[in-house]
């Protein structure tokens, strides 16, 4: 009886791991179809940066420098933005992370984010950084009253 048994649980086996491989192939071409694309798309990109090079004599960073515009549309100089000087500024202008994220416009996780250097602002939040970075604290307690006013 013993015997009926081994041979039953051998047949099952056999026969999951044969239902198993018919469902695996078409996933397993799957994958191999992406990882041929994948590889064909990095190599697409190897070729554009290095065209890059070539044509401008430099790599491409990832991220572009945001600009400050003057009142006419004229761009006037280039931010760059270093989270180390984040609790600095925020030292010097006496403000907390909530007070500065109401004055630049975003949530107080997103300067500690920026803090901390986990991301970085975009364009238009570097910008509203740069015009908080030239104020006093006197004009920032100004600007924080009327919004808590508003």
């Not at 191999?32 to 940066?49: G, P, T």
């Not at 933005?81 to 403000?95: D, I, N, S, Y």
């Amino acid at each position: 009886m013993a015997n009926l048994g081994a041979l039953l649980k051998n047949e099952i086996g056999r026969l999951s791991r044969r239902e198993l491989r018919g469902q695996m192939e078409p996933l397993k071409k799957t994958a191999a179809a992406q990882r041929k694309e994948i590889a064909a798309l990095k190599q697409q990109v190897a070729a554009l940066q290095k065209q890059l090079v070539r044509t401008t004599g430099r790599k491409a960073s990832l991220q572009a420098p945001a600009l400050l515009a003057d009142g006419d549309g004229n761009e006037v100089r280039s931010l760059r933005f270093m989270a180390k000087g984040m609790a600095p500024l925020r030292k010097r202008l006496g403000v907390s992370q909530a007070a500065l994220a109401k004055l630049v416009g975003v949530s107080s996780q997103t300067i500690y984010n920026w803090e901390n250097g986990k991301v970085k602002p975009r364009a238009e939040q570097l910008a509203a950084l740069a015009a908080v970075r030239d104020l006093g604290k006197r004009e920032v307690q100004r600007r924080l009253s009327s919004l808590a006013s508003a």
